[in-house]
């Protein structure tokens, strides 16, 4: 039994701690209408300038910058020949592409010396970044532009330093194996690099490609999945990409580019020694990285959204590897964070210090915890009386309103810029899937983030592994 | 009174969820609808035969000059990677008699700048535009300049090859690369202005680069003396962008200018030297190219690699002998040269 000293003692603490989650939430919700501003604005002005455009006409030019696409791999035996003439009969003029099959156990090196009658050639590059041993170079017979390297395995990050040094384009582009990029998307994706020499990276949209109807290599047919799981994500990611990624631009630009389909300034990346190999996100880590660096050292130090060029994914379908995924980018996250934290509220760094790295810190690092903290604060409030159950329902209501608002703003924003969905009723599933979104599936992704962040505490290095179906020719993806 | 105000909050929420809704159903309805009666109409304008104009319906005519202009733009650039030279004239007539063109020019001079961008853009994709279009090529907005670019490619003159030029030192770099790609794309017409452009004087490094560049992709003999002339210049980087436009040339002038080059003091230079040669097939270079493998710089070493085994059976023996040069890297890079494959020019940036 409580005695009433120690019960009103609760009671003003967790009032405090209410009210101090009032404050975060307010403070989160700030920056949130104000990146939903500046999406939009940066969607309307982005949307006139390229509407309209002949983007097909950089195929002739002789004038393009060569694009080197690094796909790793590992034990992908059943995407990768599907996934490799994807990127063979990308819409660009000067293309190379250099696939690192990373000690896979399975087939994959196999499958590819089959599909492309690969030959065996002495490595010759200049070894500019430290990676594990490189067993084999090999030349495609059929594709004077396809290079494989077989190595050791030493993790993505290593796979995609090995490409950096074989890689011979200005640009390079580092896709994982089993994305698939559309294929006008590295023509619209070098636009940014044409336009200013001051952009050291561009990212791109990626979007789910469960429940699409997938046909040589390429989304054909653009359809929601059935499953909830996968239904909710491409909210996420359609949140993510159109309403975060691009609002961003305004405000001190992004500090991630999806290690799934980003564009780089090979020498840049270079100069800065390529990826790190000591954290789980090295896509982030490199980007802020090098915008770091560009900062610290007075050259190119902008990273740019554009929202045209897409590159389809397949995401988890069951709790096990969202919790992996969700739990591995999180404390990826924390790390690079911490690694850079010198940035934070620096104005050294200019609006990226100011802005856009305390969003990161303050918004998409502290907010499962905080939101786990809230919620059990509302209900242990309830319990004690101290809140009244019409307000935390009201509350409640609002805040998941809140983020259905969002989803809800980034559907139009996409269906008036892209209309990716022709089907109504596929519409319709996206706009459920934006409500019923927080009733669970919400709490479950929070709490997988709070282990994620529990675990950067307690120093946890390891990827886990995602089991992937695979975009066979002539297949719907697996809904 | 917090009760009030999340209670105003969540009804806000609510209202603006209700219209995405509306605009996620309706938004998709109404390109369906002006798809369906566009897609046909054009269809037979472009299956007609003969040379008159199809001859459409009064409402049909009506219903195109009232189209939305963002709509026209979607309709004709979908339509412009599709249609045939003989197709894509009756379009344009049809057009023509539509007032669609002319509705077009009128936005060439429109304060806003993405109407103007959009009005040249639809005549780049249609046509027409010859007294407006050519101004905008100055205009304040990059973007404008940079699609006038794209249209003025398909419609040279003199005239706009010279304000063609004048944007390969534009400060956008979207700007220097659409009239890099739109001169390339002109060819010969614009060989003799360029080469007076690469030979002037006092021209920035920016755009002697974009000059040679476009140089190298015409790779017109015009070019050989001027090109020969910069190969002397003070500026490392302008001197390999001459080494690329010699090596696409070749004669007598241009192989004397990059052996020449291959004592150059800058290691890119030198590169880019190789490189040429190995492209022009200049044997008598073999000799100076194999001493290059011994250079310090791998960059020289692969590009004198790579070029001795473009050269064929003489690099070959070149090659062959430096394998038990004393030199370890240069007998290295000549192993790794001989083992390249036949086909294709591989790891040639």
Do not use: I
């Given at each position: 039994m409580i005695s009433p000293e120690v019960l009103h003692l609760l009671s003003t603490i967790l009032i405090w701690v209410e009210w101090i989650v009032i404050g975060y939430f307010t403070l989160v919700n700030t920056y949130y209408a104000v990146i939903l501003v500046t999406a939009s604005m940066e969607m309307g002005r982005y949307m006139l300038e390229i509407r309209?455009?002949?983007?097909?006409?950089?195929?002739?030019?002789?004038?393009a910058p060569r694009i080197s696409v690094l796909a790793p791999a590992y034990n992908e035996a059943t995407n990768i020949q599907d996934s490799v003439q994807g990127l063979l009969t990308l819409?660009?003029?000067n293309l190379e592409v250099v696939l690192v099959n990373?000690?896979?156990?399975?087939a994959t090196m196999d499958v590819l010396k089959q599909a492309f009658e690969l030959r065996p050639v002495h490595p010759i590059y200049q070894k500019r970044l430290y990676t594990k041993p490189i067993r084999a170079l090999y030349r495609s017979e059929l594709h004077s532009n396809l290079a494989v390297v077989d190595k050791e395995r030493g993790g993505k990050a290593d796979a995609l330093d090995a490409a950096l040094c074989i890689a011979t384009g200005e640009l390079v582009c580092s896709i994982d194996a089993d994305t698939i990029i559309e294929a006008d998307a590295l023509a619209r994706m070098v636009r940014p690099f044409l336009a200013s020499d001051d952009v050291l990276a561009v990212g791109g949209t990626v979007r789910v490609a469960n429940g699409c109807e997938i046909r040589g290599g390429r989304v054909v047919s653009t359809r929601v999945s059935r499953r909830p799981l996968a239904g909710f994500q491409v909210i996420e990611y359609l949140r993510a990409f159109l309403f975060g990624r691009l609002g961003l631009n305004y405000l001190g630009g992004n500090l991630i580019i999806s290690g799934a389909f980003g564009l780089f300034r090979r020498e840049s990346v270079l100069s800065a020694?390529?990826?790190?190999?000591?954290?789980?996100s090295e896509d982030m880590e490199l980007v802020v990285r090098l915008r770091r660096r560009g900062y610290e050292q007075k050259g190119p130090h902008h990273v740019r959204f554009i929202p045209d060029p897409v590159a389809w994914t397949e995401v988890p379908t069951n709790l096990n590897q969202l919790r992996r995924q969700r739990d591995r980018w999180h404390r990826g996250l924390a790390e690079v964070l911490w690694r850079h934290?010198?940035?934070?509220?620096?104005?050294?760094?200019?609006k990226l210090g100011m802005l856009s790295f305390p969003y990161f810190v303050?918004?998409?690092?502290l907010a499962p915890l905080m939101e786990v903290i809230g919620l059990a604060g509302l209900a242990l409030g309830l319990y004690l009386h101290a809140v009244s159950l019409e307000f935390a329902l009201l509350f409640f209501a609002l805040a998941y309103g809140y983020c259905v608002l969002l989803s809800g703003l980034s559907l139009v924003l996409d269906e008036l810029s892209f209309?990716?969905?022709?089907r109504v009723r596929d519409r319709i599933g996206l706009l459920m899937w934006a409500m019923l979104e927080n009733l669970g599936y919400r709490q479950l992704t929070t709490l997988f983030r709070l282990e994620g962040f529990v675990r950067f505490f307690l120093g946890r290095r390891d990827w886990g592994v995602m089991e992937r179906k695979g975009f066979r020719a002539d297949a719907r993806v697996k809904p | 009174m917090m009760h009030l105000v999340l209670s105003v909050a969540l009804a806000i929420e609510v209202t603006v969820l209700l219209v995405c809704a509306v605009v996620l159903i309706f938004h998709s309805a109404w390109l369906v609808y002006y798809r369906r009666w566009s897609q046909p109409v054009l269809e037979q304008a472009v299956l007609?035969?003969?040379?008159?104009?199809a001859h459409l319906s009064r409402r049909d005519i009506w219903r195109l000059k009232h189209l939305p202009f963002q709509a026209e733009i979607k309709l004709f650039s979908a339509l412009d990677r599709t249609v045939s030279s003989t197709e894509r004239k009756r379009v344009t007539d049809l057009l023509h008699e539509a007032g669609l063109v002319g509705r077009a020019e009128r936005r060439?001079?429109?304060?806003?700048w993405w109407k103007r961008l959009h009005a040249v853009r639809l005549l780049t994709l249609i046509g027409g535009g010859e007294s407006v279009?050519?101004?905008?090529?100055?205009?304040?907005?990059p973007v404008v300049r940079a699609q006038a670019s794209d249209w003025a490619a398909d419609h040279p003159t003199p005239g706009r090859v010279q304000a063609l030029l004048g944007l390969?030192?534009?400060?956008s770099g979207l700007c220097r690369f659409k009239a890099a790609n739109a001169l390339v794309q002109i060819g010969a017409l614009s060989a003799e202005p360029l080469a007076a452009y690469i030979t002037?004087?006092?021209?920035?490094e920016r755009s002697l680069l974009a000059g040679l560049g476009v140089a190298e992709g015409i790779?017109?003999?015009?070019f050989l003396t001027p090109a020969t002339a910069l190969?002397?210049?003070?500026?490392e980087t302008v001197r390999v962008g001459s080494a690329r436009v010699l090596g696409n040339l070749g004669g007598a002038e241009g192989t004397d200018a990059l052996q020449r080059m291959l004592?150059?003091?800058a290691p890119t230079v030198r590169a880019a030297a190789a490189r040429a040669l190995g492209v022009i097939g200049h044997w008598p270079a073999a000799p100076a190219m194999a001493n290059l493998?011994?250079?310090?710089?791998w960059v020289v070493r692969h590009s004198a690699g790579l070029a001795l085994r473009a050269l064929g059976s003489p690099g070959r023996l070149f090659l062959q002998e430096m394998t038990?040069?004393?030199d370890r890297f240069a007998a290295d890079m000549a192993r790794q040269a001989l083992d390249l494959p036949e086909t294709g020019r591989v790891n040639v940036p």
């Open positions: 309209g455009e002949a983007f097909w006409r950089v195929l002739a030019s002789k004038v819409e660009y003029p990373d000690g896979s156990s399975d020694g390529g990826y790190a190999h000591d954290t789980v934290k010198k940035m934070f509220l620096n104005p050294r760094y200019g303050l918004v998409e690092l209309h990716r969905y022709e | 007609s035969s003969g040379e008159d104009v060439c001079r429109d304060r806003v279009v050519p101004a905008l090529l100055g205009d304040p907005s390969l030192d534009d400060p002037a004087a006092q021209r920035s790779a017109d003999p015009r190969s002397t210049h003070t500026l004592v150059d003091q493998l011994r250079d310090r710089a038990t040069d004393e």
